[in-house]
């Protein structure tokens, strides 16, 4: 079994920066690639970031290449989510999945955490 919570949302203005964590317990943790999601209202929840369990590997969407940066602490048992630059249609709650299958598809996780909002103003 593995417990996720997510932090370090909040309400920026547009060019700021913040730092997801997410926070795991569950001995197996660190077997499980670790996905970054976001979902805004009225919208499909949508992949953005994930990191394979090693830590060595990890997968953007195109849209968020080179402005948030996914990275893995495996001592704190913590992924991070670095988002730079932020926009006004960034606005989401951002979740983070633990699974053992294709990083891609949410419906694959096995695992969520309870999301945390980000809300950009422009």
């Known amino acids: 079994q593995v417990q996720l919570v997510e932090s370090g949302g909040g309400l920026v203005q547009a060019g700021d920066s913040l730092r997801l964590s997410c926070a795991a317990s569950g001995r197996t943790f660190s077997r499980y690639v670790v996905g970054w999601f976001r979902q805004a209202p009225g919208k499909e929840r949508e992949f953005v970031a994930a990191?394979?369990?090693?830590?060595?590997?990890?997968f953007y969407k195109d849209s968020v290449k080179g402005r948030f940066t996914i990275s893995r602490d495996k001592a704190k048992n913590t992924v991070y989510l670095q988002v730079n630059s932020l926009q006004p249609e960034d606005t989401a709650v951002y979740y983070c999945g633990a699974t053992t299958g294709t990083y891609y598809y949410a419906t694959l996780y096995d695992y969520w955490g309870q999301g945390t909002q980000v809300t950009v103003s422009s």
């Open positions: 990191i394979s369990w090693s830590g060595s590997t990890t």
